[in-house]
C-alpha cells in the first residue's frame, strides 16, 4: 500500500523527534523527555515502518536494533589514512616536540595548542555523505579497515544523518569508540549473573562488543563515541584551527570531549597535563593520557608528516600501572627470528586493566642488571598494549637461605646453552644484546611463528590458519616451509586430529584463495626481520615487482623513504640467505601471484645517501615537489638541520634552519642548483 502523505511527513517527524531526544540524551547528557514518552514515539515510528515498508529509511532511529548476522566484516579503504601517534612520558619530551614544531615553522613565538584527552578506545572512521551515515571502518593497518557499519549504526552517540548545515558532500569522521566506566561496571554484573565471561577492562569490552559479527549483540551493549578529527573532506571544512573544526563537529551532533581546549606555548601543555591527570579518576571513561595539537590547521599542513604519524601531534601519557608480585619461575621464549627472551612467571597480579601472570625480562643483561631471581618479590608494570615488564626487584623481600642472612635461597638466572624448543646453540653476538637460537627454521619455535606470521591476516591472510593448527602441522611435520602449505590435501588434513572433512575443505580454499596477493603482504608474510607492514608496502611501492627489489644493493634500499642502514641489512642479509631464495621460489612455484607495478624509481639515483633539508618558498617547486624528487633521487629529507645534513635548500623567507646551516657550515643552495644536483648529482 501506497504510504498517505500524512503517513510521510508523521515518520520525518518521528524520526528527527527522536534523534533530537537521542542527542541530548546520549550526546549532551541532558535527556528532554521522560523514558516512556521516548519509548511510546519510537513504537508509533516502528508501526509505521511496518505498516508502510517504503517510509523505512536508513537514518531511522529505529535501525539502531542490529541486522542481520554478517559472515565477515568486509576490508574498506579509508580515504584518507588513519595515522598513529608519537608518544611522549617525560616533560623533556613534550619540551622537544614544542621545539621541532617552531624549527619546523620557523618561529620562536609561542604555539597555540589545541589539547584533549586521549580516550582510551578504539578508533574509528565514521564517513558521511550528504549529511547520511553511509559507512563506518575500524583503523586496521591504517589504510585499510573492517567495515562495522551495522555495528556503528547502534551507537546512540553516532548521529545517522548529521544536524545543522555546512559540511561536505562527503567527510569521513575520525574518533574513537569506548566504554564508560559505569556501563563497564553493569555490563560485568549482567554477564556474571549469567554465567558469561567477563570483560577485563572497559577497553576490552568496547574492542570486543564493535567486532562482533552480529550487530544486535553490539546493540545491547553500552558503547559510546568521541569524535576528535577530520579524515576525507578536511579541506573543505570552514575551520582554520582544529578547535573551530571540533566545533562544528559538535555542532553537527557528534560527541566531543568536554574537557578540549586551546593552551599556549609548553607551559600551557604541561599545565594541561597535571589539570587532566587530577581530573582522571573523575572522569566517566578511562583515558591513557592527552593529545596535542597545533591548532591552526594550516600549520598542521606545514608539519606535515614523519613516517606514520604527525609532526604536528603528540600523546603525552600518564605513567604505566604498577604492582608488586612474586616470580614463580623464568623461562625462556624462543621468538619468530630466534631471538630468546627470558620471561619471568609471576603471582597473578591486577595490573594496568588486565591480569598479568608474564612479564618480559627483555634480554640476559637485563635480568643480571636488576638480578631478578626465582622467588623474589618484583615491580611490575604494564600500560596499554604494552608487553608487562618487570621494572625492578625488592631487594629486602628477597628468600634467604636462613633467617641471618648470608646467602640467597636462590642462584643468579643464566640464560641456557641450548634452546629450549630444538637443542641448537644459542649465540650471542658481540654487539647484541639479544641472544639467538641459531637453529633457524630447523627450530620448530622459528618454524612455527613463521608460519603463523605468514598465514595472519595482514600478511597472506589465511583464514582458518591459527596458531593450533601451524603447530599441528609442524609437529607431524606435514610443513617445513610456507611454500609447504600449497601442496596440502583435504585427505591429509583430514587425518589431523580435531579436524572434519568441512574444516579442511575450507582451508584448503583459504590456502588456495591467498595465492592471489599484493606484493606488500607477501613481502610482509616473509617475516624479514625490522620488516613491518608499512616497510612491507613502502618496498613494494618503491621497487613495483619483487626481482627487482631482490636484485636491489644496500644504497638502493636506503632510497626507500623510511628505510635507513638497519633495515635495509636486515633485508640485504634476508635475501642473501640461498635457503630464503628457496622458499621465495618454492611460493612462486606454487601459484602465489600479485599484480606487478611500475617501480617508482626511473631516474639514476644520484643522491643516494644525501641528507637535504628545505626551507622557505622555492620560486617554481611547491616543498612536496622538491622532495618527492629529491627521494626519487635516492636521497632524504630532514625536518631539521645538523651537522649530518648534506644541503640546505633555501628559499624566500628562510628563516632558524638556514641560520642553523650558516652556522654549522652546512652548504647553502637555491633551487636552480638543486635542480642542477639532481641532473648531474653530486661531484665526489
Ligand atoms: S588524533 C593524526 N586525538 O590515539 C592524529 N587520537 O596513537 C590522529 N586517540 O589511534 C589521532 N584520543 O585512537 C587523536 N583526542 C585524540 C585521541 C586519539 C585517543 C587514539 C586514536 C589513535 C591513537 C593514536
Request: glycine share 10%; with cysteine.
Amino acid at each position: 500500500m501506497v504510504a498517505p502523505v500524512v503517513a510521510v511527513e508523521r515518520a520525518s517527524q518521528l524520526r528527527a523527534e527522536i534523534e533530537r531526544h537521542n542527542h541530548a540524551y546520549y550526546v549532551l547528557d541532558a535527556p528532554s523527555i521522560p523514558d516512556a514518552e521516548y519509548d511510546q514515539l519510537f513504537r508509533q515510528l516502528q508501526g509505521l515502518e511496518t505498516e508502510y515498508p517504503e517510509l523505512l529509511t536508513a537514518d531511522s532511529p529505529t535501525q539502531r536494533v542490529g541486522a542481520a548476522p554478517l559472515k565477515e566484516f568486509p576490508p574498506r579503504q579509508h580515504g584518507v589514512p588513519m595515522l598513529s601517534l608519537n608518544n611522549a612520558f617525560a616533560s623533556e619530551e613534550v619540551e622537544a616536540f614544542d621545539k621541532r614544531v617552531r624549527d619546523g615553522l620557523e618561529t620562536i613565538a609561542a604555539i597555540d595548542y589545541a589539547v584533549e584527552p586521549k580516550f582510551d578506545g578504539l578508533a574509528i572512521s565514521l564517513t558521511y555523505e550528504n549529511g547520511v551515515f553511509t559507512r563506518g571502518a575500524t583503523r586496521g593497518d591504517g589504510v585499510t579497515g573492517e567495515e562495522v557499519t551495522p555495528n556503528l549504526r547502534t551507537l546512540r552517540g553516532i548521529p545517522l544523518r548529521l544536524k545543522g548545515e555546512g559540511w561536505p558532500a562527503l567527510i569521513e569522521i575520525r574518533g574513537e569508540v569506548l566504554m564508560f566506566k559505569a556501563d563497564f561496571a553493569a555490563l560485568n554484573a549482567r554477564q556474571r549473573e549469567r554465567g558469561d565471561k567477563e570483560f577485563a577492562n572497559p577497553r576490552n569490552a568496547a574492542a570486543g562488543s564493535l567486532r562482533q559479527l552480529d550487530s544486535r549483540i553490539t546493540a545491547a551493549r553500552p558503547l559510546s563515541f568521541f569524535a576528535y578529527g577530520v579524515g576525507a573532506g578536511a579541506d573543505a571544512l570552514a575551520a582554520k584551527t582544529h578547535g573551530e573544526m571540533m566545533n562544528l563537529l559538535a555542532g553537527w551532533g557528534f560527541p566531543v570531549a568536554e574537557e578540549r581546549r586551546v593552551v599556549q606555548g609548553v607551559r600551557g601543555l604541561l599545565g594541561y597535563f597535571v589539570e587532566i591527570g587530577a581530573k582522571r579518576p573523575g572522569l566517566p571513561y578511562d583515558i591513557d593520557g592527552v593529545v596535542y595539537k597545533v591548532n591552526r590547521l594550516d600549520w598542521q599542513a606545514r608539519l606535515g608528516f614523519v613516517s606514520r604519524a604527525p609532526r604536528f601531534a603528540i600523546a603525552h601519557k600518564f605513567p604505566a600501572e604498577e604492582a608488586l608480585t612474586e616470580v614463580l619461575g623464568i623461562d625462556v621464549q624462543v621468538g619468530r627470528t630466534g631471538a630468546i627472551t627470558p620471561v619471568a612467571r609471576l603471582k597473578p597480579v591486577f595490573v594496568g586493566g588486565v591480569t598479568v601472570t608474564n612479564a618480559t625480562l627483555h634480554n640476559e643483561d637485563e635480568v643480571r642488571r636488576k638480578d631478578v631471581r626465582v622467588g623474589d618479590t618484583v615491580i611490575v608494570r604494564r600500560a596499554g598494549d604494552v608487553i608487562p615488564e618487570v621494572v625492578a626487584i625488592v631487594s629486602e623481600k628477597r628468600p634467604m637461605r636462613d633467617l641471618f642472612g648470608g646467602e640467597p635461597l636462590h642462584p643468579p638466572f643464566e640464560l641456557p646453552k641450548a634452546c629450549p624448543e630444538c637443542g641448537s646453540a644459542v649465540a650471542r653476538g658481540e654487539d647484541e644484546a639479544i641472544a639467538r637460537c641459531t637453529g633457524g627454521l630447523y627450530c620448530p619455535a622459528q618454524r612455527k611463528q613463521a608460519l603463523w606470521h605468514f598465514a595472519a591476516r595482514r600478511a597472506m591472510d589465511i583464514e582458518g590458519l591459527g596458531d593450533k593448527l601451524v603447530d599441528q602441522l609442524v609437529d607431524a611435520g606435514l610443513v617445513h616451509t610456507p611454500a609447504d602449505l600449497y601442496a596440502l590435501t583435504i585427505e591429509t588434513l583430514a587425518g589431523l586430529e580435531r579436524m572434519g572433512e568441512k574444516s579442511a575443505q575450507n582451508l584448503v580454499a583459504a590456502i588456495s584463495s591467498s595465492r592471489q596477493t599484493t606484493l606488500g603482504r607477501f613481502i610482509f608474510g616473509l617475516g624479514i626481520r625490522n620488516v613491518g607492514e608499512a616497510t612491507a608496502r613502502d618496498l613494494a611501492k618503491h621497487f613495483g615487482g619483487l626481482d627487482a627489489l631482490l636484485a636491489a644493493d644496500l644504497a638502493s634500499l636506503q632510497s626507500v623513504p623510511d628505510v635507513g642502514p638497519v633495515v635495509a641489512a636486515s633485508i640485504a642479509a634476508f635475501f642473501g640467505e640461498a635457503h630464503n631464495r628457496e622458499v621465495i621460489d618454492g611460493l612462486r612455484r606454487a601459484g602465489v601471484v600479485w599484480p606487478e607495478g611500475e617501480p617508482q624509481v626511473a631516474g639514476p639515483q644520484v643522491l643516494a645517501g644525501k641528507t637535504l633539508v628545505l626551507t622557505g618558498t622555492l620560486p617554481t617547486l611547491k616543498r612536496d615537489e622538491a622532495k618527492a624528487m629529491i627521494e626519487a633521487a635516492g636521497g632524504k629529507v630532514a625536518g631539521s638541520v645538523s651537522k649530518k645534513t648534506d644541503y640546505v635548500v633555501a628559499g624566500e623567507e628562510a628563516g632558524s634552519k638556514l641560520e642553523k646551516a650558516l652556522e654549522l657550515g652546512v652548504p647553502v643552495i637555491d633551487e636552480a642548483e638543486l635542480q642542477k644536483l639532481l641532473e648531474k648529482g653530486v661531484e665526489q
